[in-house]
C-alpha cells in the first residue's frame, strides 16, 4: 500500500488438486433390518488427509502464499460438498476452491496466469503441468 491506496501487486497463489488433499478409505457400517438382524456392509467415504492438510499449512505460511483448492474431474461434481467437509476441519488452507472438468483447462490458462506460482498435484499428474508442476514432496 503506498499513499493509502491498494497495491496493485498480483498475489502470489498455489493450486491443489483435490486427489491429493482427499483420500478413500473403506468402512464398516452396520444397518439394522428387522427386530434381531443386523446387516453389515462396506463403504467407501473420501476424507480430508491430515497430514497433508498440515504440510500445506506449514508451506503457505513459511512461503507466504495464497493456497487454493482445484476439484478436478468425478471431484468437481461433488465440489461443494468436499469444500463444506473440508471446511468442519480446523485445518483447513485454502482461502478458495475451484471446480474444473478437465486437465486441458488448467492447462490453457497456466500461460496466462503470472501470479500461480505451481500446481501440486501426485507425482504422475504434475508431469502434465510442466515447470509448476509440483508434488508433496517437493514442498519439504
Known amino acids: 500500500m503506498k499513499d493509502n491506496d491498494l497495491s496493485a501487486s498480483l498475489t502470489r497463489r498455489y493450486w491443489v488438486l483435490s486427489d491429493v488433499v482427499f483420500v478413500s478409505r473403506e468402512t464398516v457400517v452396520t444397518k439394522k433390518s428387522g427386530w434381531f438382524g443386523k446387516e453389515t456392509s462396506i463403504e467407501t ?4 488427509d491430515m497430514a497433508v492438510l498440515s504440510l500445506l499449512w506449514r508451506f503457505s505460511e513459511r512461503m507466504g502464499v495464497r493456497m487454493e483448492l482445484v476439484f478436478l474431474g468425478e471431484h468437481a461434481v461433488g465440489a461443494p460438498g468436499m469444500w463444506d467437509l473440508l471446511e468442519r476441519t ?12 478437465k486437465y486441458d483447462q488448467i492447462l490453457r490458462d497456466i500461460p496466462f496466469r503470472p501470479d500461480l506460482m505451481g500446481i501440486i498435484a ?3 499428474d504434475s508431469a ?5 508442476g509440483l508434488t508433496i514432496a517437493n514442498l519439504h
Open 45 to 48: 467415504i473420501t476424507v480430508p
Open 90 to 101: 480446523a485445518a483447513n488452507p485454502f482461502t478458495d476452491w475451484h471446480a474444473i472438468e
Open 122 to 124: 501426485s507425482p504422475i
Open 128 to 132: 502434465r503441468f510442466g515447470g509448476r
